[in-house]
Nanobody, 127 residues
Framework: QVQLVESGGGLVQAGESLRLDCVAS????????TGWFRQAPGKEREFVAA???????????AYTDSVKGRFAISGDNAKNTVYLQMNSLKPEDTAVYYC?????????????????WGQGTQVTVSS
């Protein structure tokens, strides 16, 4: 069993930044792929970014095209926390953001690959 709690959302103007936090408990954080997804009103939940660690590859990350160069995902094993730094925010980034963990180290960008989900944190970007 894994529990995930997101925080850090809020209301910002276009061009500003936010950092989202995802704190995991219940299982060793570094064993799991952790992803960020978002869901806007009336839209499907979509992949944003993912991070994983392996003994042979170290930290690896992936991003959806729309956030590349603006968002950065990182992890702190000592704190069992994954962060999503969001810079140059745009109104189209407005959504509820969820963190999730996957049962397989090969998981990356599909909702169905993830087993445990947080409650979500609202990000609203005004123009």
């Amino acid at each position: 069993q894994v529990q995930l709690v997101e925080s850090g959302g809020g209301l910002v103007q276009a061009g500003e930044s936010l950092r989202l936090d995802c704190v995991a408990s219940g299982r060793t954080f570094s064993r799991f792929v952790t992803g960020w997804f978002r869901q806007a009103p009336g839209k499907e939940r979509e992949f944003v970014a993912a991070i994983k660690w392996s003994r042979w590859s170290g930290w690896t990350t992936a991003y959806t095209d729309s956030v590349k160069g603006r968002f950065a995902i990182s992890g702190d094993n000592a704190k069992n926390t994954v962060y999503l730094q969001m810079n140059s925010l745009k109104p189209e980034d407005t959504a509820v953001y969820y963190c999730a963990t996957a049962s397989s180290p090969s998981a990356w960008d599909m909702v169905r690959e993830y087993d445990y989900w947080g409650q979500g944190t609202q990000v609203t970007v005004s123009s």
